[in-house]
């Protein structure tokens, strides 16, 4: 079958018009909110990750009292940068006797993608139950954000952590955006 150079030409524009549609910027990614302010070079994605040293860090803990109890550290995260984006849990670690032992994700938690304005504020939690004299004795907790590879590491003065098949009886909950 021979085509003819009108049909060719109807066949290129409909794949064309098709090409320019498939390529526009719908597709709803819960990311269509960047105002310019991300790193990331891509609109629909927005804003970058979120960088601990762009953020003021404070540590509230509501310690466990005796063994067996259980035990919060809510970590307050403060934007001072452009707006990012933390996307999953953060990564935290126990260090007792120099060697560290990796906090699970809480298996309740969803993870969600918080876009974080200048100035903006966002938390999460350390869960724990406080162990015995056979228990970890944690020295030092350290957390990274998801997308960055530095840390931030605390005292930890809450008492040994209980452990649960040789890890920290702990878990680690999904950020929450916080104040106003």
């Known amino acids: 079958m021979r085509t003819t150079k009108p049909a060719v ?4 524009a409909v794949t064309a018009a098709l090409l320019l549609t498939a390529c526009g910027s719908g597709g709803d990614d819960g990311g269509s909110a960047d105002s310019g302010g991300g790193k990331s ?4 994605r927005g804003p970058a990750a979120c960088r601990i040293g762009e953020t003021d860090v404070e540590i509230a803990p509501s310690p466990a009292p005796a063994a067996g109890d259980t035990g919060t550290v809510a970590v307050t995260l403060a934007n001072h940068g452009p707006a990012c984006t933390l ?4 990564a935290v670690t126990l260090t007792a006797d120099g060697t560290p ?10 993870a969600q993608r918080l876009t974080l304005t200048a100035d903006g504020t966002a938390t999460f939690t350390l869960t724990y139950v406080r162990g015995d004299a056979d228990g970890l004795a944690v ?7 998801p ?8 005292a930890w003065s809450y008492g040994e952590v209980a452990k649960k098949g040789g890890a920290p009886d702990a878990t680690v909950s999904a950020f929450q ?4």
Not at 41 to 44: E, H, Q
Not at 87 to 90: A, E, I, L, R
Not at 139 to 145: G, I, M, P, T, V
Not at 147 to 154: M, N, P, S
């Open 9 to 12: 030409a109807a066949m290129v």
């Open 139 to 145: 020295r030092s907790a350290e957390f990274a954000l």
């Open 177 to 180: 955006r916080a104040g106003d």
């Open 101 to 110: 032992a990796e906090v699970p994700a809480d298996e309740a938690a969803t």
């Open 87 to 90: 996307d999953g849990f953060p």
């Open 147 to 154: 997308g960055d590879a530095a840390t931030h590491r605390f």
């Open 41 to 44: 070079g891509t609109a629909d």
